[in-house]
């Protein structure tokens, strides 16, 4: 079961971003060469009208994590897919728009994992 499984607002925002290197030459020619072989999945999560207890649940579990210091694993809704996770940014913001009901979102983006190697190099 994921660590996060709180369920945001539908629609969500869904991004997957690949990282090319693009030199040019000084003849006009491109050489690209793509330095993920996968790409990174972001995503933006809203959740509106929520009691306070629904914000300040989030809010301490945003605070465990220290922002985006640590990772933690939440199930895409759209694909059902689980995903390790980081906050995209060290701060949460949140609005009051009316007594005890609040608005909020945050990104979260892919943690890549670090493959072990199985044998020592010689």
């Not at 925002?13 to 006009?28: A, D, P, Q, R, V």
């Not at 605070?63 to 809704?77: E, I, L």
């Not at 005890?100 to 892919?110: L, S, T």
């Not at 890549?112 to 190697?117: D, F, G, R, S």
């Amino acid at each position: 079961m994921s660590d996060f499984s709180y369920l945001p607002d539908f629609v969500f925002e869904e991004t997957l971003e690949y990282k090319t290197l693009i030199s040019e030459f000084e003849s006009g020619v491109e050489q690209r060469r793509r330095k993920w072989a996968a790409p990174l999945h972001k995503w933006r999560l809203r959740f509106s009208s929520r009691s306070k207890a629904d914000m300040e649940m989030m809010r301490n579990f945003f605070s465990a994590k220290y922002g985006s210091f640590m990772a933690f694993t939440w199930t895409n809704p759209n694909d059902a897919v689980e995903y390790t996770v980081r906050f995209a940014e060290d701060s949460f913001k949140y609005t009051m728009k009316a007594y005890e009901v609040y608005d909020f979102e945050f990104d979260f983006i892919e943690v890549k994992q670090c493959l072990e190697m199985s044998a020592p190099l010689l």
